[in-house]
């Protein structure tokens, strides 16, 4: 699987609302044909970031769909997201949920869900198979036993850059799986993770994910 996840800045906040609508009503319904597509979820983060994240079965159907969403933004969005996003997209190597059997998708008030995305850079590409055993060894099993856990995926960027996210569903959860993050890097990973995160943390305005996506 592939992860791309865009980061777009200098996003009113008073416009996190029509953007969310936008995408649901126009864009979601045709990533959700594309071939490969797995998930989507386009986070609100205060003072003034989107943040997109999607997952694809191949590099190729992943790069298509960036193309489709710059396109679409150009098109439909660019009154609200001017500037280009900053990229980071990569192979998706753990990848955790709590065993939904149908689609999810979420885009109002009854069913909020809440991320935390970190990235990491400034470490050893050759360090990144401990990294990876000792994350699905010892860190997977405490978000997955987690009260509110809905997702979390990992990906790693050309060696660059590991991103991590999860999703809960309350900001307390949220938090509190920040912080574990956290407290497992400084006790586990120190040595190999020795720059800290940039964390992005918000609501998720549009979520979907396919039924019985790859457990």
């Not at 609200?80 to 990569?90: E, L, N, V, W, Y």
């Not at 995305?117 to 060894?137: C, H, K, Q, S």
Request: charged share 20%; aromatic share 10%.
């Amino acid at each position: 699987m592939f992860v791309s996840v865009r980061r777009y800045e200098g996003i009113d906040p008073a416009d996190f609302g029509a953007i969310n609508t936008i995408i649901h009503d126009n864009f979601l319904p045709v990533l959700r044909e594309s071939p490969g597509f797995l998930l989507y979820a386009l986070g609100n983060c205060e003072p003034d970031v989107v943040l997109v994240l999607n997952v694809f079965d191949s590099e190729a159907e992943m790069l298509t769909s960036n193309e489709q969403a710059a396109h679409f933004v150009g098109e439909s969005l660019a009154q609200f997201m001017p500037d280009r996003p900053q990229i980071t997209a990569g192979t998706a190597y753990a990848l955790a949920l709590p065993g939904q059997e149908i689609g999810l998708d979420v885009n109002d008030e009854t069913q909020p869900l809440f991320f935390s995305f970190r990235r990491y850079t400034g470490f050893n590409a050759l360090d990144t198979p401990m990294i990876t055993r000792l994350v699905v060894e010892d860190l997977i099993p405490v978000f997955v036993d987690s009260p509110g856990f809905r997702l979390y995926v990992t990906l790693n960027a050309m060696d660059r850059v590991l991103g991590s996210l999860t999703i809960f569903t309350t900001p307390e959860a949220m938090h509190a799986s920040t912080e574990s993050a956290a407290e497992f890097v400084a006790a586990e990973l120190a040595p190999l993770l020795p720059q800290p995160p940039v964390v992005t943390e918000g609501r998720l305005g549009v979520f979907w994910q396919k039924p019985r996506i790859a457990r």
